[in-house]
Structures are given as C-alpha cells and as structure tokens.
C-alpha cells in the first residue's frame, strides 16, 4: 500500500527511470489533488510529439503502478495545458529535489503555505512572537518587550493576530482604553470596501509608555459584537469588481502596510497564533518578518512540532531564507534547577538546528570557512541558542500583567526578562540600521 508520504518519492524514482527523455518532457509539474491523488501536467504541444507521447506512457504506465490509489489509471495520469507558469502560481509548490525543471504542486483545503516566503522590507522591523504550543508566555513576553522598547524611546505598534484566542491587549490596554474596533472587524469590513473607515477606530495607545508609544491593534474591540460570526470570515479572499482574488493573507499586509504609514512605528510586535495553522502561517511567511522568535519548552511536543517545521522548509527550498530570521526564545525557564533545565533546552534545540537547518560542515574544514551556516551548541551567536525567560509568579498569567507593570520596579521586570530584552533591542537596533 502506498502512503501520501511515500507519493513523492516515488514519482521521483519513476522520473529517474525516464530522466534520459525528461529533456523533452520538461518542464513538468506533479499535481497532487485534494485527495493526495498524483498527475503530472505538461505542455500542450507535447501531446502532438510522438517521441514525448511514448515516454509519457511508459511514465504514466510506472506511476499509475507505484502510486496504487493515490495516483490515476495510465490513460488519466497526463494533462496537457498551455500555460504551466500560470498553474504553478495556483497552489503551494516547490522543487523537486534531484531535478531542475520539475515542480511539486499541493493542493491544500486552506490557503497556508509554509513554503511561500515573502522578503523583508528595508523600513519597520517587523518581529513575529510564534510558538508550537500554546501556554508558554508568549504573549506575555510580548507585552513586556513592547514596553521595554517604549522604556527605551521607541515607537511600538503592537498586533494581536491570535484571533482564535484573544487577550494580549488586555496586557496593554486597561478597559477603558480599548478602541472600537479590531482586526476581526477589519477582515470582515474590507470585504464590503468599508475597511477604511474603521483604522482610526481600531489603534490603541498603552499608558504603559513614559518615554515613547505603544500603538495597541487588538483582535477585538471594546465591544466584540458577533465575533463569532465575523471570525468565520476573516479568511475570506477580497474579489474585486473586475473579478480579481485578493486572499487574506495579502489583505492583511495591505492593511500592515497601512498602519505604518499611518504611525510611523520603529518596531512591529507581532503575537501569532500558537501552532501550525493558517493564522501562524500568514504571520510567520506572508508578512514579511525580519525576526521569528521561536517560543520553547524543553519538553518532546515542542521539538517534535519544531521539527516538522524545519523540515518542510528544508524539502520546499526555502532553509536558506528563513532560517537567518530564526531565534529560540527559551520560555518559562524554572527556579529549581534552572541551569540544568535551561542546558537541556539548549541541547535539544542545537539538536533541531544542526539536523535540519544548519549546513554539514565536511570533516577538516576550516573553523573560519564562511561557506557553511553552522553553530557550534556553546555559540551564543546561534539562533538556536535560547534567549532565557525566567518564571515568575507575578507574570505567570496575562490577566493581571497591565496592572502589575504600571506598579512593579522596572528592576523585578528585568530581572524575569532582561536576557530577552537585550535580544529584542539588538534586533531592533538592527533592522533600524539597515534602513
């Protein structure tokens, strides 16, 4: 029996047989359905080549063989079609190893694509707060380096996307400080062009900040009204009059964009949803972050959950880019027994990295080459190594966290955070320098 997992590496096998005709043949794309269910979809003018006809059998004959029910009967396993860039761009896809000229498109129920990287702009730093796995303090942590940066005279526009699971600016903002409206009325109002007038209604400020601003956009406003409903609708795509099709995702950046014209921020905090979904997928690839801090427990979820991200990005191509924008955040980090806690985690991550994303450094190789991306486990420099954030009862939970830094000493603050809070002004500082 032939499993999905197994699907393309077997195309690839049956391609490897037949590689001698793929100069004709390309290029290909190997379409894989809904279903899992595998064709392959080349140019129009092969279907009048007699010599690409007869090697496009004995492929289709090979395939239909191997893949058994996630491929189709020989006779159904080509399409011919003229445009293949334009179908290609259709759905997630990438390279298939081994091969120049043939692509792997999947066909997925939702619009995420992990593989999809959009590049940094050269303006606002924008920082993605991700974790695996929900209850790790992230956005807790979130929270404290939006106003450590304001402590530090930045302009900070803070962006709660856990939408399925609202509450940062509640950390921020007192209750009666709270806009409006939010991102879920947003999504749902641009849909009908009426987007425009909510941004004025949908920006908080904290009165968290003494030296700069904290820019607040909640995932809800002050009344949440239908949230329900209108959370069912914010993944919608925006079609325009002329029959165009604007997918959330690019949505979202529209209105990103927007809010730093409008504020004119130094840094982006963004808190997104925890796991690997659509929402984490947007906020991690679509939105153009210069930093991804990678929120961790030293426990078997975290790495397992990390390590089927990494792997996705190192089999669709796209390791090289993002795994310079990568950094672990070690959170929670205990009282008891921290050092020994805090070594584990570090092994286990340097572990990930070094399997996954970092590049085999061949044996007798210069400790100064710089052609490889590698870290030794001990180098700080590495983002595999963890940024520490200690417990602390008084952080521990979100609900009381704007009344406890309106009173508490900035000392007991840094005391829980202050490793963290140098990472996130190095990088703030960073990205401003590159501007």
Request: glycine fraction near 8%; charged fraction near 25%.
């Amino acid at each position: 029996m032939t499993i999905l997992d197994e699907t393309v590496s077997k195309v690839a096998e049956s391609l490897e047989q037949q590689r001698a005709d793929l100069a004709i043949l390309a290029p290909i794309l190997v379409n894989r359905d809904l279903n899992g269910r595998v064709r392959l979809i080349v140019r129009e003018e092969l279907r009048d080549n007699p010599q690409a006809r007869e090697s496009l059998g004995v492929l289709s004959q090979a395939l239909s063989l191997s893949l058994e029910r996630h491929g189709f009967p020989a006779e159904r396993m080509v399409l011919f079609e003229t445009d293949l860039g334009a179908i290609r761009n259709e759905a997630p896809h990438f390279r298939l190893e081994g091969f120049e000229d043939v692509w792997v498109l999947d066909r997925l129920a939702t619009e995420s694509d992990w593989s999809r990287l959009i590049p940094p702009g050269h303006g606002v730093s924008r920082i993605v707060f991700f974790s695996i796995k929900g209850g790790v303090g992230r956005s807790t942590s979130l929270a404290a380096a939006a106003w450590a940066l304001a402590e530090a005279g930045k302009r900070v526009l803070v962006l709660d996307m856990d939408l399925e699971s609202p509450g940062l600016s509640s950390s921020l903002l007192p209750e009666d400080r709270r806009p409006r409206f939010g991102l879920t009325d947003w999504l749902v109002e641009d849909l009908v062009d009426n987007g425009v007038e909510l941004i004025g209604d949908m920006i908080a400020t904290s009165d968290l900040s003494h030296n700069g601003e904290i820019y607040v956009v909640p995932a809800y406003g002050s009344d949440p009204g239908e949230y329900i409903a209108k959370l069912g609708r914010v993944w919608m795509p925006k079609m325009g009059a002329d029959g165009t099709r604007e997918p959330w995702a690019k949505r979202l950046q529209r209105l990103l964009t927007g809010l730093e014209n409008r504020l004119q921020p130094d840094v982006i905090l963004i808190d997104s949803r925890s796991g690997i979904d659509d929402v984490a997928s947007t906020c991690v690839t679509d939105l153009g972050a210069s930093a991804i801090l990678l929120f961790a427990l030293e426990d078997e979820q975290t790495w397992s959950g990390y390590r089927i991200l990494f792997r996705h990005w190192h089999r669709t191509g796209v390791v090289r880019e993002i795994r310079e924008r990568l950094q672990v955040v070690g959170a929670m980090i205990p009282d008891v027994d921290g050092k020994e806690y805090f070594a584990d985690l570090r092994e286990s991550s340097w572990s990930a990295f070094s399997d996954e994303l970092y590049d085999e450094v061949p044996p007798g190789c210069p400790a100064t080459e710089t052609e490889y991306w590698n870290f030794d486990q001990m180098d700080e420099s590495g983002p595999h190594y963890p940024w520490p954030i200690h417990w602390h009862r008084g952080f521990a939970a979100m609900r009381s966290l704007h009344q406890r830094m309106s009173q508490i000493d900035s000392g007991q603050i840094n005391q829980v955070f202050g490793d963290f809070f140098t990472g996130i002004e190095m990088l703030a500082q960073r990205d401003g320098d590159d501007e």
